[in-house]
Protein backbone atom coordinates (compact mmCIF):
# COMPACT_ATOMS: atom_id res chain seq x y z
CA UNK A 1 0.00 0.00 0.00
CA UNK A 2 1.37 3.28 -0.90
CA UNK A 3 0.37 6.45 1.05
CA UNK A 4 0.19 9.94 0.36
CA UNK A 5 0.15 12.20 3.89
CA UNK A 6 -0.59 15.78 4.33
CA UNK A 7 0.24 17.56 7.40
CA UNK A 8 -0.30 21.11 7.76
CA UNK A 9 -2.11 21.13 11.27
CA UNK A 10 0.58 23.57 12.79
CA UNK A 11 3.63 25.60 10.21
CA UNK A 12 4.40 23.33 8.49
CA UNK A 13 3.01 22.18 5.42
CA UNK A 14 4.33 18.48 4.54
CA UNK A 15 3.81 15.59 1.77
CA UNK A 16 5.00 11.92 1.91
CA UNK A 17 4.89 9.24 0.05
CA UNK A 18 5.48 5.75 2.43
CA UNK A 19 4.85 2.40 1.26
CA UNK A 20 3.10 -0.06 3.79
CA UNK A 21 3.78 2.56 6.76
CA UNK A 22 7.21 1.67 6.74
CA UNK A 23 9.18 2.55 3.53
CA UNK A 24 10.07 6.33 3.24
CA UNK A 25 9.64 6.76 -0.94
CA UNK A 26 9.60 10.43 -0.80
CA UNK A 27 9.03 13.65 1.46
CA UNK A 28 8.83 17.48 1.34
CA UNK A 29 8.22 19.97 3.73
CA UNK A 30 8.03 23.73 4.13
CA UNK A 31 8.46 25.39 7.38
CA UNK A 32 6.96 28.94 8.28
CA UNK A 33 9.24 29.46 11.20
CA UNK A 34 10.61 32.23 9.81
CA UNK A 35 7.15 34.20 8.87
CA UNK A 36 6.35 33.60 12.80
CA UNK A 37 9.19 34.39 14.44
CA UNK A 38 8.42 38.18 14.28
CA UNK A 39 5.15 37.44 16.38
CA UNK A 40 7.43 35.14 18.75
CA UNK A 41 4.67 32.47 18.04
CA UNK A 42 2.40 30.62 15.47
CA UNK A 43 -0.20 33.53 14.24
CA UNK A 44 -3.12 30.79 13.14
CA UNK A 45 -4.78 32.93 10.11
CA UNK A 46 -1.50 33.45 8.64
CA UNK A 47 -0.47 29.94 9.35
CA UNK A 48 -3.53 28.97 6.96
CA UNK A 49 -3.07 31.44 3.83
CA UNK A 50 0.89 29.75 3.85
CA UNK A 51 -0.42 26.58 3.75
CA UNK A 52 -2.82 26.92 1.35
CA UNK A 53 0.01 28.99 -0.97
CA UNK A 54 2.42 26.26 -0.41
CA UNK A 55 0.14 23.26 -0.69
CA UNK A 56 0.30 22.45 -4.88
CA UNK A 57 3.56 23.38 -5.46
CA UNK A 58 5.24 21.44 -3.06
CA UNK A 59 3.00 18.41 -4.26
CA UNK A 60 4.33 18.71 -7.67
CA UNK A 61 7.78 18.76 -5.80
CA UNK A 62 6.86 15.63 -4.11
CA UNK A 63 5.85 13.95 -7.19
CA UNK A 64 8.85 14.91 -8.85
CA UNK A 65 11.22 13.45 -5.95
CA UNK A 66 9.13 10.12 -6.19
CA UNK A 67 8.88 9.78 -9.80
CA UNK A 68 13.06 9.21 -9.87
CA UNK A 69 12.77 6.62 -6.62
CA UNK A 70 9.42 4.64 -8.38
CA UNK A 71 10.98 4.76 -11.66
CA UNK A 72 7.34 6.38 -12.76
CA UNK A 73 6.82 9.74 -15.10
CA UNK A 74 5.54 12.13 -12.07
CA UNK A 75 2.67 12.74 -13.89
CA UNK A 76 1.53 8.72 -13.33
CA UNK A 77 2.62 8.74 -9.39
CA UNK A 78 -0.73 9.72 -8.27
CA UNK A 79 -2.08 6.87 -10.16
CA UNK A 80 -0.06 4.70 -8.13
CA UNK A 81 -0.84 5.49 -4.65
CA UNK A 82 -3.38 3.38 -2.82
CA UNK A 83 -4.96 6.16 -0.36
CA UNK A 84 -4.73 9.62 0.47
CA UNK A 85 -3.59 10.70 4.39
CA UNK A 86 -4.38 13.52 6.26
CA UNK A 87 -4.27 14.73 9.67
CA UNK A 88 -7.24 16.25 10.89
CA UNK A 89 -7.07 16.35 14.74
CA UNK A 90 -5.67 17.89 16.73
CA UNK A 91 -3.92 21.60 16.01
CA UNK A 92 -5.01 24.81 14.44
CA UNK A 93 -8.44 24.46 12.69
CA UNK A 94 -7.93 26.81 10.34
CA UNK A 95 -4.39 25.29 9.03
CA UNK A 96 -5.92 21.43 9.35
CA UNK A 97 -8.86 22.39 7.28
CA UNK A 98 -6.83 23.72 4.34
CA UNK A 99 -4.96 20.24 4.54
CA UNK A 100 -8.14 18.26 4.86
CA UNK A 101 -9.85 20.18 1.78
CA UNK A 102 -6.48 19.36 -0.34
CA UNK A 103 -7.08 15.27 0.62
CA UNK A 104 -10.62 15.63 -0.17
CA UNK A 105 -10.78 17.17 -3.67
CA UNK A 106 -7.58 14.54 -4.45
CA UNK A 107 -9.15 11.64 -2.94
CA UNK A 108 -12.24 12.61 -5.10
CA UNK A 109 -10.69 13.41 -8.14
CA UNK A 110 -8.55 10.51 -8.19
CA UNK A 111 -11.11 7.94 -6.86
CA UNK A 112 -9.28 6.64 -4.10
CA UNK A 113 -9.87 6.39 -0.42
CA UNK A 114 -9.33 9.46 1.91
CA UNK A 115 -7.75 8.23 5.07
CA UNK A 116 -8.03 10.71 8.07
CA UNK A 117 -5.19 10.70 11.16
CA UNK A 118 -4.83 11.73 14.55
CA UNK A 119 -1.91 13.68 14.83
CA UNK A 120 -0.36 12.49 18.49
CA UNK A 121 -1.09 9.22 16.78
CA UNK A 122 1.13 10.00 13.70
CA UNK A 123 3.93 11.34 16.13
CA UNK A 124 3.88 7.84 17.51
CA UNK A 125 4.39 6.26 14.16
CA UNK A 126 7.15 7.90 12.91
CA UNK A 127 8.74 5.53 15.13
CA UNK A 128 7.94 2.49 12.76
CA UNK A 129 9.43 4.30 9.52
CA UNK A 130 12.83 2.61 8.88
CA UNK A 131 12.57 0.20 11.60
CA UNK A 132 10.61 -2.87 12.56
CA UNK A 133 9.18 -1.90 15.88
CA UNK A 134 5.87 -3.60 16.67
CA UNK A 135 3.86 -3.07 20.01
CA UNK A 136 3.05 -3.65 22.64
CA UNK A 137 5.22 -0.53 23.88
CA UNK A 138 4.80 2.68 26.07
CA UNK A 139 5.45 6.10 24.06
CA UNK A 140 6.08 9.35 25.31
CA UNK A 141 4.62 11.80 23.01
CA UNK A 142 5.88 15.49 23.80
CA UNK A 143 5.43 18.02 21.90
CA UNK A 144 4.40 21.89 21.68
CA UNK A 145 0.75 20.73 22.28
CA UNK A 146 0.82 17.60 24.41
CA UNK A 147 2.74 15.78 26.58
CA UNK A 148 1.38 12.26 27.25
CA UNK A 149 2.71 9.14 28.00
CA UNK A 150 0.60 5.91 26.01
CA UNK A 151 0.37 2.42 26.39
CA UNK A 152 0.18 0.97 22.84
CA UNK A 153 -1.54 -2.84 22.71
CA UNK A 154 -1.38 -2.85 19.56
CA UNK A 155 -1.16 -0.70 16.75
CA UNK A 156 -4.79 0.55 16.83
CA UNK A 157 -5.30 -0.16 20.50
CA UNK A 158 -3.93 2.28 22.74
CA UNK A 159 -4.55 3.86 26.48
CA UNK A 160 -3.28 7.47 27.38
CA UNK A 161 -1.89 6.54 30.97
CA UNK A 162 -0.58 9.85 32.09
CA UNK A 163 -0.51 13.25 30.64
CA UNK A 164 0.30 16.90 31.23
CA UNK A 165 -2.52 18.73 33.37
CA UNK A 166 -1.10 22.78 32.59
CA UNK A 167 1.38 23.27 29.87
CA UNK A 168 2.92 20.83 27.39
CA UNK A 169 7.07 20.06 27.73
CA UNK A 170 7.45 21.95 24.07
CA UNK A 171 5.51 24.78 25.52
CA UNK A 172 7.33 24.64 28.60
CA UNK A 173 10.51 25.19 26.78
CA UNK A 174 9.02 27.89 24.20
CA UNK A 175 8.07 29.89 27.32
CA UNK A 176 11.43 29.28 28.92
CA UNK A 177 13.15 30.35 25.87
CA UNK A 178 10.91 33.53 25.66
CA UNK A 179 12.10 34.37 29.31
CA UNK A 180 15.75 34.20 28.40
CA UNK A 181 15.19 35.87 24.99
CA UNK A 182 16.65 33.40 22.66
CA UNK A 183 13.17 33.48 20.15
CA UNK A 184 11.42 31.46 18.63
CA UNK A 185 11.03 28.33 18.56
CA UNK A 186 12.42 28.03 21.84
CA UNK A 187 13.37 24.10 22.42
CA UNK A 188 16.04 23.89 19.79
CA UNK A 189 17.37 27.06 21.17
CA UNK A 190 17.36 26.05 24.87
CA UNK A 191 18.43 22.29 23.78
CA UNK A 192 21.85 24.14 22.17
CA UNK A 193 22.68 26.99 25.11
CA UNK A 194 21.78 24.25 28.26
CA UNK A 195 24.78 22.18 27.01
CA UNK A 196 27.08 24.69 27.78
CA UNK A 197 25.22 25.33 31.10
CA UNK A 198 25.74 23.74 34.67
CA UNK A 199 22.38 21.55 35.39
CA UNK A 200 22.69 21.78 39.14
CA UNK A 201 23.54 25.44 38.95
CA UNK A 202 19.35 26.22 40.04
CA UNK A 203 17.03 23.35 41.80
CA UNK A 204 13.76 24.19 39.90
CA UNK A 205 11.01 22.31 41.09
CA UNK A 206 9.81 19.23 39.56
CA UNK A 207 5.48 19.55 39.28
CA UNK A 208 4.46 17.58 42.20
CA UNK A 209 1.52 15.26 40.72
CA UNK A 210 0.47 11.81 41.49
CA UNK A 211 0.81 9.01 39.01
CA UNK A 212 2.09 9.22 35.37
CA UNK A 213 0.29 12.82 34.98
CA UNK A 214 3.06 16.35 34.39
CA UNK A 215 2.60 19.79 35.45
CA UNK A 216 5.23 21.94 33.89
CA UNK A 217 3.75 25.27 35.09
CA UNK A 218 5.05 25.88 38.05
CA UNK A 219 8.27 25.05 37.01
CA UNK A 220 8.15 27.80 34.17
CA UNK A 221 6.98 30.74 37.11
CA UNK A 222 10.08 29.57 38.86
CA UNK A 223 12.34 30.20 35.79
CA UNK A 224 10.82 33.49 35.60
CA UNK A 225 11.17 34.65 39.27
CA UNK A 226 14.90 33.50 38.97
CA UNK A 227 15.53 35.36 35.66
CA UNK A 228 13.74 38.73 37.36
CA UNK A 229 15.01 38.37 40.44
CA UNK A 230 18.60 36.98 40.43
CA UNK A 231 20.53 36.15 43.49
CA UNK A 232 23.57 36.79 42.15
CA UNK A 233 24.98 37.65 38.20
CA UNK A 234 22.43 35.26 36.17
CA UNK A 235 23.83 32.73 33.94
CA UNK A 236 21.42 31.78 31.19
CA UNK A 237 23.10 28.48 29.99
CA UNK A 238 22.85 27.19 33.69
CA UNK A 239 19.19 28.52 34.13
CA UNK A 240 18.79 26.62 30.69
CA UNK A 241 20.81 23.27 31.74
CA UNK A 242 18.71 23.59 34.68
CA UNK A 243 15.23 23.64 33.58
CA UNK A 244 15.87 21.18 30.79
CA UNK A 245 17.24 18.78 33.70
CA UNK A 246 13.99 19.47 35.71
CA UNK A 247 12.00 18.26 32.81
CA UNK A 248 13.47 15.80 31.34
CA UNK A 249 14.03 13.82 34.58
CA UNK A 250 10.42 14.03 35.26
CA UNK A 251 9.54 12.77 31.77
CA UNK A 252 12.17 9.60 32.04
CA UNK A 253 11.79 9.01 34.98
CA UNK A 254 7.92 8.54 34.72
CA UNK A 255 8.05 6.92 31.60
CA UNK A 256 10.48 4.42 32.82
CA UNK A 257 8.02 3.34 35.96
CA UNK A 258 5.37 2.92 33.68
CA UNK A 259 7.21 0.27 30.71
CA UNK A 260 8.40 -1.70 33.99
CA UNK A 261 4.81 -0.98 36.08
CA UNK A 262 3.41 -2.17 32.29
CA UNK A 263 6.03 -4.96 32.20
CA UNK A 264 6.90 -3.72 28.56
CA UNK A 265 10.61 -3.92 27.28
CA UNK A 266 10.12 -1.26 24.37
CA UNK A 267 9.87 2.57 25.00
CA UNK A 268 9.47 4.91 22.13
CA UNK A 269 9.76 8.78 21.88
CA UNK A 270 8.09 11.02 19.67
CA UNK A 271 7.02 14.58 18.92
CA UNK A 272 9.33 17.39 18.37
CA UNK A 273 10.63 17.44 22.36
CA UNK A 274 12.36 14.19 21.60
CA UNK A 275 14.74 16.23 19.17
CA UNK A 276 16.10 16.90 22.50
CA UNK A 277 19.40 15.66 22.91
CA UNK A 278 19.64 15.75 26.63
CA UNK A 279 16.14 13.73 26.52
CA UNK A 280 18.04 11.33 24.05
CA UNK A 281 20.57 10.63 26.04
CA UNK A 282 18.68 9.75 29.01
CA UNK A 283 17.34 7.08 27.02
CA UNK A 284 19.98 6.00 25.07
CA UNK A 285 21.67 5.22 28.57
CA UNK A 286 19.01 3.34 29.87
CA UNK A 287 19.10 1.20 26.70
CA UNK A 288 22.33 0.16 27.54
CA UNK A 289 21.93 0.21 31.52
CA UNK A 290 18.74 -2.05 31.72
CA UNK A 291 18.17 -3.76 28.19
CA UNK A 292 15.17 -1.68 27.44
CA UNK A 293 14.62 -1.03 23.66
CA UNK A 294 14.45 2.15 22.68
CA UNK A 295 13.02 3.82 19.48
CA UNK A 296 13.28 7.20 18.54
CA UNK A 297 12.87 9.11 15.26
CA UNK A 298 15.68 11.12 13.54
CA UNK A 299 15.42 14.56 13.89
CA UNK A 300 13.67 15.45 11.25
CA UNK A 301 10.84 12.81 11.94
CA UNK A 302 10.21 14.14 15.64
CA UNK A 303 8.74 17.72 14.38
CA UNK A 304 5.92 17.74 12.25
CA UNK A 305 6.22 15.64 9.32
CA UNK A 306 3.82 13.84 6.45
CA UNK A 307 6.46 11.00 6.67
CA UNK A 308 4.39 9.75 10.07
CA UNK A 309 1.25 10.71 8.92
CA UNK A 310 1.45 8.65 6.25
CA UNK A 311 2.22 5.39 8.14
CA UNK A 312 0.16 6.13 11.26
CA UNK A 313 -2.46 5.95 7.86
CA UNK A 314 -1.09 2.84 6.92
CA UNK A 315 -1.41 1.20 10.63
CA UNK A 316 -4.38 3.16 12.08
CA UNK A 317 -6.30 5.41 9.91
CA UNK A 318 -10.05 5.58 9.16
CA UNK A 319 -11.49 5.82 6.21
CA UNK A 320 -13.67 9.02 6.07
CA UNK A 321 -16.20 9.89 3.76
CA UNK A 322 -16.00 13.40 2.01
CA UNK A 323 -17.73 15.19 5.45
CA UNK A 324 -15.20 14.59 7.64
CA UNK A 325 -14.40 17.24 9.63
CA UNK A 326 -11.49 18.59 11.67
CA UNK A 327 -10.89 19.06 15.29
CA UNK A 328 -8.63 21.60 17.50
CA UNK A 329 -8.84 19.36 20.75
CA UNK A 330 -8.97 15.39 21.14
O1 LIG B 1 5.79 17.98 17.41
P1 LIG B 1 6.05 19.39 17.10
O2 LIG B 1 6.86 19.72 15.87
O3 LIG B 1 4.73 20.20 16.93
C1 LIG B 1 3.59 19.98 17.74
O4 LIG B 1 2.81 19.04 17.40
O5 LIG B 1 3.47 20.70 18.75
O6 LIG B 1 6.74 20.00 18.38
C2 LIG B 1 7.19 21.31 18.45
C3 LIG B 1 7.79 21.53 19.82
C4 LIG B 1 8.13 23.00 20.08
O7 LIG B 1 7.62 23.35 21.35
C5 LIG B 1 9.65 23.02 20.05
O8 LIG B 1 10.20 24.03 20.87
C6 LIG B 1 9.98 21.63 20.58
O9 LIG B 1 9.03 20.80 19.96
N1 LIG B 1 11.35 21.20 20.23
C7 LIG B 1 12.31 20.95 21.14
C8 LIG B 1 13.49 20.62 20.41
N2 LIG B 1 13.19 20.67 19.07
C9 LIG B 1 11.86 21.02 18.99
N3 LIG B 1 12.30 20.98 22.48
C10 LIG B 1 13.43 20.69 23.13
N4 LIG B 1 14.60 20.38 22.51
C11 LIG B 1 14.66 20.33 21.17
N5 LIG B 1 15.82 20.03 20.56
ZN1 LIG C 1 3.27 17.73 16.15
Not at 166 to 194: F, M, T
Not at 229 to 249: E, I, K, Y
Request: proline content about 5%; charged content about 20%.
Amino acid sequence: MLCLGIETSCDETAFALVENGRRLIASKLVSQTEVHRAFGGVVPEVAARRHLEAFNPLLDELLLEASGVLALPASEVLSAVSAIACTNGPGLIGTLLVGLAGAKAMAWALDKPLLTVDHIQAHVCANYIGTELEPPFIALVVSGGHTQIMHFKSYKEFEIVGQTIDDASGEAYDKVARILGLGYPGGPAVDRLASQGNPQAYSFPEGQVPGYDFSFSGLKTAVMRTVENPRSGLVAADVAASFQDAVNRVLFRKTVQCAKAYGVDRIVLAGGVAANSDLRSRFEKLALAEGFKIFRPPIALCTDNAAMVASAAFFSGNEADLSVGAYSRR
